[in-house]
């Protein structure tokens, strides 16, 4: 009875070991990092932070899940969250040459995630579409305004020539009418001299 209590007491000792063992966050953090799954790793090192902090394994591994989640969102331009992931490791494995080309490279700049960007693009175009449809509606009124406002120009033209010609033919009249006067005064004048002088002989 003693020799079965031992068994199962080793049996039970060992399996506890063993899944203390395959419970281990490094190890699991490892095979995440091993499976390029860098997210995960990430969160899975997160949760339990505070146990491992002074194990320079868990350091290292955790510096090279952020160099790996900083190329990630460098690579998809997301540049203000690779920095941050850049100065993280950075702190911890300043010697790495990646990272540290990639923290001077991006240091003291105004960083924006291109995504963002892209985001705020499509919107500015789904405005500007509707601007357009407005403007488009405000530009068929104007260009009937407009037209309206070249008939009432062009009959004004009209208006304006018509009187031009009749004054231009009142000024001529005017001009031949005084030619005449003037022709018929000049006569007249002729006509009083000769019968004075004729008178005085």
């Known amino acids: 009875m003693k020799g079965i209590y031992l068994i199962l007491s080793l049996s039970l000792i060992q399996f506890s070991l063993y899944s203390q063992k395959a419970e281990d966050p490094l190890q699991i953090a490892k095979t995440l990092y091993k499976e390029k799954k ?10 339990h932070s505070e146990i491992q902090f002074s194990n320079p394994e868990y350091d290292l591994l955790q510096s090279k899940v952020w160099i790996e989640l900083g190329n990630q969102n460098y690579n998809q ?14 702190e911890f494995w300043s010697a790495d040459p990646l990272v540290q080309q990639r923290y001077y490279e991006l240091k003291n700049k105004d960083l924006v995630d291109e995504v963002e960007i892209q985001d705020i693009k499509k919107t500015k175009i789904v405005i500007l579409k509707e601007k357009k449809k407005e403007v488009s509606d405000e530009e068929s009124l104007f260009k009937n305004e407009l037209s309206l406002l070249r008939l009432k120009i062009d009959d004004s ?4 020539s018509k009187k031009i010609e ?36």
């Open 38 to 47: 860098f997210q995960a790793a990430e969160d899975e090192i997160q949760k």
């Open 77 to 90: 331009r997301k540049f203000s969250t690779a920095y941050k992931y850049y100065s993280k490791a950075y």
């Open 157 to 160: 033209e009209l208006s304006i």
């Open 166 to 201: 009749s004054i231009n033919e009142k000024i001529i009249f005017l001009i031949i009418g005084n030619i005449v006067f003037m022709n018929l005064l000049l006569i007249s004048i002729g006509v009083i001299i000769f019968l004075f002088l004729k008178l005085k002989v």
